[in-house]
Structures are given as structure tokens and as C-alpha cells.
């Protein structure tokens, strides 16, 4: 299954270091992003500029979650190293992952493997996927997905 623009965001419920999340229960607009594993150069990376860029996103009323398969444990100590304010999900079986359609086929170096593709979605206050962004490139990203999340941010939930 792969989700698009324009369709319903699949709803879930995945443990973090301080609760379980499920996403219909959240109130406006969320970023959902998912990262290969944590304390890795590029994931770090990212999940730093998410939160350095967390004030902004926070004033335009949008939730930002980072889903990995690492566990709620890993995620917290990756946290505290990193001193990363971002909620870090643990999508150990990657069910989520897969409903998405981020669990895929890598080939690196000519051997395959199945990981996480890099990827997020911006998800209006209604559930709608309103954009994705597949195989991101970390340089710049947060900064684009803020600039559309500051676009949507605030929207009602009824509207289309």
C-alpha cells in the first residue's frame, strides 16, 4: 500500500517514551516522519533540524512526529543524546511502515534489503494526506515541510 496526496492518513496507535500516540486523537494538523534508524548520521540530522525548527511548527499548531522501528527505549536514549524534543515513535513490527508504504526493497552496494524509506507527510486537522515527500534528502527538508505546514497550519478541521 502506498499513501498519497489526497487520501485518508491510516490512522494508528504506536508507543513513545512518554505515552502512546494514536493520530486520530491528535487536534490539528500533524508531520508524520519516517527515519531508516536512529543515532545515524542522516537520521540525527534530521531529527535535530525538526527540533531546532520546533517553535515553528509549534506556532502554527502542527504536531510533528518520527517513526522508526527502534524501540521506545533506543528512541529515548537517542533523545537524550541528542537532546532532541521531537516525539520518537517505535513502529517495531512496522506495520505502520508498511500501511504507508515507507517498508521497502533498498539496495545498497548491490545486496537488498527491506528498511525504511526516508519519507514524510503533511496531514491536515481532517485526516487528509496533504503532501508527501518520498526518499528526502535531508539538507533543506524541515525547512520545506514547515514552509507547508505553516500554510496549512490552523486550518479547521472540517475543511477539505
Not at 494508528?12 to 531508516?36: H, K, M, N
Not at 499548531?61 to 532532541?84: E, N, P, R, Y
Not at 515513535?89 to 533498498?106: H, I, M, P, T
Request: proline fraction near 4%; aromatic fraction near 8%.
Amino acid at each position: 500500500m502506498t499513501v498519497t496526496e489526497g487520501d485518508q492518513a491510516p490512522d494508528f496507535t504506536l508507543p513513545s517514551a512518554d505515552g502512546e500516540v494514536t493520530l486520530s486523537a491528535i487536534a490539528g494538523p500533524v508531520v508524520l516522519y519516517f527515519y531508516p534508524r536512529d543515532d545515524t548520521p542522516g537520521c540525527t540530522t534530521q531529527a535535530k533540524d525538526f527540533t531546532a525548527a520546533g517553535g515553528g511548527f509549534a506556532d502554527a499548531g502542527v504536531t510533528v512526529l518520527g517513526v522508526s522501528k527502534d524501540t521506545v527505549a533506543k528512541h529515548d536514549k537517542f533523545a537524550a543524546k541528542h537532546d532532541l524534543s521531537v516525539r520518537l515513535l517505535s513502529d517495531a513490527e512496522s506495520d505502520v511502515c508498511e500501511r504507508y508504504g515507507v517498508w521497502v526493497e533498498k539496495n545498497m552496494y548491490g545486496r537488498k534489503s527491506m528498511g525504511i524509506e526516508r519519507s514524510t507527510f503533511l496531514i491536515g486537522a481532517d485526516g487528509t494526506v496533504r503532501r508527501v515527500w518520498r526518499k528526502v534528502k535531508v539538507p533543506g527538508h524541515v525547512e520545506e515541510v514547515l514552509r507547508d505546514a505553516r500554510a496549512l497550519g490552523g486550518e479547521p478541521a472540517d475543511s477539505a
